[in-house]
């Protein structure tokens, strides 16, 4: 197929590009600058000049393809700085203007499949029992546009198949795990919330492969998490021993209850179910659960 792909240079776009290639399918992505655009070369995709924010330049780009990918995002580089004060100003633009503009320009063009990222961990706290798709969600301040980005996604389905995909929490060999171990260093967790409340993750690789898989299932919304949501000590936990760092003390109540409403979301214990994906795409993540992703992702160059 002919897929075009906006985020193609970010941390999912980066690995689901070499994915479809390899498939044989021709992709093209949305390139800004001459930046990107070289980005864009290297993962050999065809760059494709375009403005997110507007639909001609959008439809130009996307005319004569079968699926649109929308991974497009501005996620704050690090923990600290995703706590400031508009931090998230520009990922909100993207996912309430930018989500539409390539939902109105791909239905324009005819395009007859629109994959758009969203965010898993949007759901209330629900203890230990397991959340699906079906669950009402409660997104915080910071996020609410995820549901902006699905809207458009769902408004696609009108005229083609709008498949939104919720990941979970992502991680892998990158600057923000390299800031949790190093608090973990220091003797804190880098997670909030009880130790024994569940955190719902995914490694970027398993991200990447999702996205490939849900060319081929029906329209809807899909929880795209790990087989086994770990407890969050256990996460901590396992995380430490791969690392060879003594098991962290967690981050005080108090703390929490300041940190704002990312802070507060994080706390919630979201035990997040992958079952409605697995049957409608046969995918399944490489790694079960985070504990047994940490041997590979520490093994990475960026994290040595």
């Known amino acids: 197929m002919n897929v075009f792909v906006t985020g193609a240079t970010g941390v999912i776009g980066s690995r689901v590009v070499?994915?479809?290639?390899?498939?044989?399918h021709r992709v093209s992505a949305l390139a800004r600058s001459a930046a990107s655009r070289s980005a864009v070369e290297r993962l050999k995709a065809v760059p494709v000049e375009a403005d997110i924010f507007e639909v001609g330049s959008l439809r130009r780009a996307m005319a004569g393809h079968d699926v649109?990918?929308?991974?497009?995002?501005?996620?704050?580089?690090?923990?600290?700085?995703?706590?400031?004060?508009?931090?998230?100003?520009?990922?909100?633009?993207?996912?309430?203007?930018?989500?539409?503009?390539?939902?109105?320009?791909?239905?324009?063009?005819?395009?007859?499949?629109?994959?758009?990222e969203s965010f898993a961990p949007i759901y209330p706290d629900h203890g230990d029992e397991w959340i699906d798709e079906s669950m009402v969600v409660a997104p915080a301040k910071y996020n609410r546009t995820a549901l902006d980005a699905?809207?458009?996604?769902?408004?696609?389905?009108?005229?083609g198949v709008g498949v939104v995909l919720r990941f979970a929490a992502l991680y892998g060999p990158d600057a923000l795990?390299?800031?949790?171990?190093?608090?973990?260093?220091?003797?804190?967790?880098?997670?909030?919330?009880?130790?024994?409340?569940?955190?719902?993750?995914?490694?970027?690789?398993?991200?990447?492969?999702?996205?490939?898989?849900?060319?081929?299932?029906?329209?809807?919304?899909?929880?795209?998490?790990?087989?086994e949501p770990m407890r969050?000590?256990?996460?901590?936990?396992?995380?430490?021993?791969?690392?060879?760092?003594?098991?962290p003390k967690p981050i005080p109540r108090w703390l929490v209850a300041v940190g704002g409403s990312m802070m507060k979301l994080?706390?919630?214990?979201?035990?997040?179910?992958?079952?409605?994906?697995?049957?409608?795409?046969?995918?399944?993540?490489?790694?079960?659960?985070?504990?047994?992703?940490?041997?590979?992702?520490?093994?990475r160059p960026t994290m040595r």
């Open 150 to 159: 699905e809207r458009s996604a769902q408004q696609f389905t009108l005229d």
């Open 68 to 116: 649109v990918i929308n991974l497009a995002t501005s996620i704050p580089s690090s923990a600290t700085t995703m706590m400031l004060p508009g931090a998230w100003r520009a990922n909100d633009r993207i996912r309430r203007e930018g989500s539409a503009a390539v939902a109105s320009a791909a239905k324009a063009e005819g395009v007859g499949r629109m994959i758009q």
């Open 266 to 299: 994080m706390a919630r214990s979201q035990r997040i179910s992958n079952a409605r994906f697995k049957a409608a795409s046969g995918w399944a993540p490489r790694y079960r659960s985070a504990g047994d992703a940490w041997p590979d992702v520490l093994a």
């Open 232 to 247: 969050r000590g256990d996460w901590v936990r396992s995380l430490a021993r791969a690392a060879g760092i003594g098991e």
């Open 177 to 227: 795990l390299a800031e949790m171990l190093g608090m973990m260093r220091r003797g804190w967790s880098p997670l909030p919330g009880s130790r024994t409340a569940y955190f719902s993750s995914l490694s970027q690789d398993d991200a990447a492969t999702a996205v490939v898989a849900a060319l081929g299932v029906p329209a809807g919304i899909y929880n795209i998490v790990e087989d």
């Open 18 to 24: 070499p994915l479809l290639l390899n498939d044989g």
